[in-house]
């Protein structure tokens, strides 16, 4: 069972470059999450999305962009890169939006943004 | 606003030892309470959760956690602690809306 896939697993951007994370889950959830941990933070929900076609703003949205055109798929998208932007970012996806959800995680995408 | 504190950043335990990790939360309601364990390079795996109920809970690995109302405190705990429990641990609350995680607590296990 794949679970919840993210690619890649390392990448290094130049400042003002752009480039999308991926995130794919075969579970068919509908609920789809993109989080980054900095060093010391915990986990900062960027955006989330209810299903296709739907997504919203977490605690940390600026500089970031997703879209939803499938059930499996949650790409998020850095238009410009900064060096703020410096993190890991993991992909989670749940059954359901209820409180009794159980969000399932990607491996990680590590991001320099230099 | 809601919040999560862990208010231990690093513990170091000799193995064969008994653990506790604190979480305190702040919420008007009672949320429903999550720990997390993260091993290095990997993503987060859930270890337990708190719905409702019995205010005990048990997780995987051997690890529980007691719900108290009075303290808003969810600690985690493990009577005999192995080297392979190594790892960062996160305590989590939902809100209903949102996920919150604490900052996380760094366990190192020696022999």
């Known amino acids: 069972n794949a679970g919840v896939t993210q690619t890649p697993k390392f990448r290094i951007l130049k400042i003002g470059q752009s480039m999308t994370l991926q995130c794919a889950q075969d579970?068919?959830?509908?609920?789809m999450y993109w989080y980054r941990q900095d060093p010391g933070m915990g986990l900062k929900l960027i955006y989330y999305?209810?299903?296709?076609?739907?997504?919203d703003k977490g605690e940390v949205p600026n500089g970031y962009n997703v879209s939803r055109s499938t059930t499996e798929d949650f790409p998020l998208r850095l238009e410009l890169a900064a060096p703020s932007q410096t993190s890991v970012y993991f992909c989670?996806?749940?059954?359901?939006?209820?409180?009794?959800?159980?969000?399932?995680f990607g491996a990680g995408t590590r991001l320099s943004v230099l | 606003a809601q919040s999560v504190t862990q208010p231990d950043i690093h513990i170091t335990v000799s193995e064969g030892a008994s653990l506790e990790l604190r979480c305190n939360y702040s919420y008007g309601a009672t949320p429903y309470l999550f720990w997390y364990v993260q091993s290095p390079g990997q993503g987060l795996q859930l270890l337990l959760k708190y719905f409702s109920g019995d205010t005990l809970v048990q997780g995987i690995k051997g690890f529980e956690a007691e719900f108290k109302r009075s303290q808003s405190s969810f600690n985690l705990r493990k009577p005999s602690v192995h080297w392979s429990d190594a790892a960062e641990y996160f305590c989590a609350v939902d809100t209903g809306n949102q996920f919150y995680f604490g900052t996380g607590t760094s366990l190192t296990v020696i022999p």
């Open positions: 579970m068919n959830h509908n609920y």
């Open positions: 989670a996806s749940s059954s359901s939006g209820l409180a009794k959800n159980i969000q399932y």
């Open positions: 999305s209810v299903g296709a076609g739907i997504t």
